[in-house]
């Protein structure tokens, strides 16, 4: 059984960093793709980043380029999220997710989800 466990969520000023976590178990030596996405009040979900199983190349919105960055930890089963120069835009419910066999960083291409960890930036 896949889990996903998102963790370092919370608040921080514009400007400011925040890294979060996303405890990966259960997938075997399938490819998959991990993603990060999340949704503001009265939003749709977005994509965020993607990272793959393997080969870990990497996937952004535009919206967050060149100020977040995905990495993958294969030895501690993790996928983190460094965000740094944190907008009010970017606050939201943040999820972590994994789809077997796809590199379509989209929501609908995901089998699993994490329970999502707050991220709130305040000017």
């Known amino acids: 059984q896949v889990h996903l466990e998102e963790s370092g969520g919370g608040s921080v000023q514009a400007g400011g960093s925040l890294r979060l976590s996303c405890e990966v178990s259960g997938y075997g030596s399938e490819y998959y793709l991990i993603g990060w996405f999340r949704q503001a009040p009265g939003k749709e979900r977005e994509a965020i980043s993607c990272?793959?199983?393997?080969?870990?190349?990497?996937y952004y919105a535009d919206s967050v380029k060149g100020r977040f960055t995905i990495s993958r930890d294969n030895a501690k089963n993790t996928v983190s999220l460094q965000m740094n120069s944190l907008k009010r835009e970017d606050t939201a419910v943040y999820y972590c997710?994994?789809?077997?066999?796809?590199?379509?960083?989209?929501?609908?291409?995901?089998?699993?989800w994490g329970k999502g960890t707050l991220v709130t930036v305040s000017s």
């Open positions: 997710a994994g789809g077997y066999y796809t590199q379509r960083c989209l929501a609908d291409a995901m089998d699993y």
């Open positions: 990272i793959s199983s393997n080969e870990g190349s990497a």
